[in-house]
DNA sequence: AAAATAATTTAGCCTGGACTAAATTAAACA
DNA sequence: TGTTTAATTTAGTCCAGGCTAAATTATTTT
């Protein structure tokens, strides 16, 4: 059993709860291997991590060996608080910094650890309360509610020749979000897919005019809401 | 031989350097005991960090036992790298997100250590390269030199009778700073010294048109120049 | 100069969070 | 169901950067 005394969980327990935050939420394999995968860090640590969040005062995660990790209530709440601050300075960065969307999140993963949260609270006002970062992603309120809008679907499920609108830009590689910055298609551009090739799902889509064409890796990570 | 491979240093070796450094710099000891005092930690430690550092490819102090240490020129940059981006997340928490000046230094503590180069600029550019933190220490520009502005003096010099401008007040407790920072004594503002006691160098001070009463304590740490 | 005190250094230990290699458990398939 | 393969866990190691206790060196006082 271990105690939590009054500091701010470690960089590392950060880290882990974050990826498994997300990796739940998007339906991506929470296991060892997908665990250590994104954080970079081989199978064992994670075991090793997982044991040590399943010991925490109060309990971070519910882990039995070879049956997976789940968030506990806790754990979900300071997920929550690192993906608000990540956010938050996101969109600093972007909209007062002047960084272009692909460098913002490099920097974010940094100082997500690091800003007191006091300084979250004067960034969040001198931001407007914002309520998405420059991706499109959702960023938990005070109270570390979600707005999540249920309507959005992947660009690779909008069907030929509706109309619709960019919602979030879900990060990619680094060169893939630079890519599409490039041409235009942020959140709040209007598009359409003209012809989808019903073989591997590749798409003909209209962007500001011109006619781009992309894999199912991309329209996957493109989210959109169809016009009325 | 350490050798430097192309991560940044350490947090820990950051901070050390920076305290050396200031300690160098207000003539104050830079022994083991009087480093280990201010980053809170034991003697025995800062011996050991400070071999580690003579020991460094490249080289970041000179150390010889039991006969002190100095930055080398490597070291020193290093830690001017550490005040600049100090006194410029200083700056912006103070202009920008409105702390109080009392309330920046601890934040920009933590901060220094995290953000990249080209955070440092983007950032040095939105506040207009500014020369002066809140406190009215100067900011190292992009190529690391320091202005420093010989002819100020400590209020506890200023003769008595001789109108003067505050330039600087010295980081102390934050305390001290709240209350300084209450009764309007910033950079910039006026001051006279009304009367001194010659016995323990007590002031009374003509601040915004009050009268304060000062120790040596306040008026070593209150730099002013003289008005012409 | 000897003794007492203060400062510094050495030696060895501890903790967090990684790692590797080996062992174990679960899953897939013949 | 037995076997092979994949995933996970255990056991033990390493490293940075702290720590304490003991030893040593410098400095001051008598």
Redesign the pocket.
Known sequence: M?SRKDEPF????Q??LKVIYSHTRENR?V????L?EA??????????????LDEFEPRLVN??????VSLTEDGEKEALRVIRRHRLIEQFLYEVLGYSWDRVHSEAEELEHVISPYFEDRLAEFLGEPAFDPHGEPIPNRDLEVTQDESIIPLSLLPVGKKAVVRRVTAGPQELLAYLGEIGLHPGKGVEVVERNPLDGTSRVLVDGMEKFFGVGVTGAVFVSVAE
Chains 1, 2 share one sequence.
């Open positions: 271990i470690s960089r590392s327990i880290n882990y394999p296991s060892t291997l997908g250590a954080l970079d860090v081989k199978p064992a640590s994670v075991t090793n991590m997982l044991q040590k882990y039995q060996k070879h049956h997976g």
